[in-house]
């Protein structure tokens, strides 16, 4: 069973940054698609980022290109969002997930963290 836990989430200022981290368990995630998601008040959940555990490919929204960047540690079995020049428009609770690399759709999913950001 896949287990992700989320951490690194608070409140910035506009422009500020935040580092947020997923430490995945239970399995080997050589052939796995890790990404991040995210999910503003009263917006459906949208994709930002995600990465090939194994070629190290990386792929972003248009929204977040530029200022995110999404990256493994395989030695800690963590991804990392590392988020600069934060906009209000960033506010959102901030999903990992994992899915097969072959998989149609993320089904795994860990419990968010909430990432603010003041005006």
């Known amino acids: 069973q896949v287990h992700l836990v989320e951490s690194g989430g608070g409140l910035v200022q506009t422009g500020g940054s935040l580092r947020l981290s997923c430490a995945a368990s239970?399995?080997?995630?050589?052939?796995?698609?890790l990404g991040w998601f995210r999910q503003a008040p009263g917006k459906e959940r949208e994709f930002v980022a995600s990465i090939n555990w194994s070629s190290g490919s990386t792929y972003y929204a248009g929204s977040v290109k530029g200022r995110f960047t999404i990256s493994r540690e395989n030695a800690e079995n963590t991804v990392y969002l590392q988020m600069n020049n934060l906009k209000p428009e960033d506010t959102a609770v901030y999903y990992c997930a994992a899915r097969f690399d072959t998989a149609a759709a993320y089904n795994y999913w860990g419990q968010g963290t909430q990432v603010t950001v003041s005006s």
């Open positions: 239970g399995r080997t995630f050589s052939r796995y698609m």
